[in-house]
């Protein structure tokens, strides 16, 4: 295949065929498509939840995604070619992640992302799904192959183990660089049906943590007056904030644990300029967690700016705000923090 690009002098500039792995670290494949979720699928992206992801064998899993119904996605990056043990390897990694529950998927996305929220929320907020719509946890599994030489016996045997009904997917890519140093991959299924592959970055297993100062950067005039107060708010209440990739868990903290109150996020996270409750995260960690959920629910709907998503309720950020209704917000967190202090911890 020959590419070319088009100069300003309508000459043709050829793209050169190059190897990948003589230019690029291993890790390189890997962060292009953790970043470009919808190179996987034409019509669909897949939503990243780990990298590198540590099995029961002490083996490790490139990628794992999940796709919109819940079904896993594992994905093994070869920069050269494939070796005969890689589809057994795939298999390895697929016989893990087949006994995984919801709660254990929850808790590889939590450590990657760096975020306290949990993957329900995000996965419908990921995929604009409806909150009414079921989602069937890990019922099936595609394994997918990215290489820029799939060998003739990792093709043979793929397309056997499809025919018994495993979904096995290969995909080839074509590295190319021209005289200006301007690079493009091209990618075709040599397994599997059309619906595949395209590329995304990171240097390490876990999304790189934001801050205070990077997330205020990214708020609009009603977000920096919510979020400010909030922030005060919680220097007075000595609470504490667990940052993740994109926001923060607000916390109350015990002598021998902490439980979060709400989640916050801006305008550039998958949930909008938003704060979430953390009903879960109650539920989960303090005692008559039924009384104090019901009052914080109670609370906002007659606060009147929260709505329902999914198990939770958000204040999606995106209309003028003004200083009685932060107030009003802060008056609910205020008692409702008063409530888990009088019940406590559940003791474990």
Request: charged share 30%; net charge negative.
């Amino acid at each position: 295949m020959k590419l070319f690009t088009i100069d300003k002098d309508g000459k043709f500039v050829q793209f050169k065929e190059q190897e990948f792995k003589e230019e690029n670290k291993e890790i390189d494949l890997e962060i292009l498509l953790e970043n470009n979720p919808e190179y996987f699928f034409d019509n669909s992206k897949i939503l990243i939840i780990g990298r590198q992801v540590t099995t029961n064998l002490n083996t490790f899993i490139d990628l794992l995604g999940v796709d919109q119904f819940g079904n896993t996605v594992v994905i093994e990056l070869k920069r050269g070619k494939t070796p005969r043990e890689t589809l057994a390897q795939l298999i390895e990694y697929a016989s893990f992640i087949d006994n995984l529950d919801y709660n254990q998927l929850n808790e590889i996305y939590q450590d990657y992302s760096g975020e306290d929220a949990n993957l329900e929320d995000y996965h419908q907020e990921y995929y604009k799904s409806d909150s009414a719509d079921k989602v069937s946890w890990n019922k099936n599994s595609k394994l997918v192959i990215v290489a820029s030489n799939i060998t003739p016996e990792i093709k043979q045997t793929a397309m056997y183990l499809r025919k018994k009904g495993l979904d096995v997917y290969c995909v080839e890519f074509k590295y190319f660089v021209n005289n200006s140093d301007n690079k493009m991959i091209s990618s075709d299924f040599v397994v599997g049906d059309e619906e595949f592959i395209r590329t995304k970055i990171s240097s390490s297993a876990q999304l790189p943590k934001t801050d205070k100062e990077k997330f205020l950067i990214t708020l609009d005039k009603n977000g920096k007056l919510l979020f400010d107060s909030l922030f005060k708010f919680a220097e007075q209440k000595e609470l504490i904030f667990r940052w993740g990739s994109k926001g923060f868990s607000l916390n109350k903290t015990f002598t021998n644990g902490f439980v979060g109150l709400c989640f916050g996020y801006p305008p550039n996270s998958v949930y909008k300029q938003s704060i979430y409750t953390g009903f879960e995260e109650i539920n989960k960690k303090i005692k008559n967690a039924e009384t104090v959920i019901d009052f914080y629910k109670s609370e906002l709907e007659k606060f009147g700016k929260f709505e329902q998503a999914k198990s939770n309720l958000k204040w999606v950020i995106n209309k003028e705000i003004n200083t009685p209704d932060i107030e009003n917000y802060l008056d609910i967190l205020k008692r409702v923090i008063e409530k888990i202090e009088m019940e406590g911890l559940k003791i474990e």
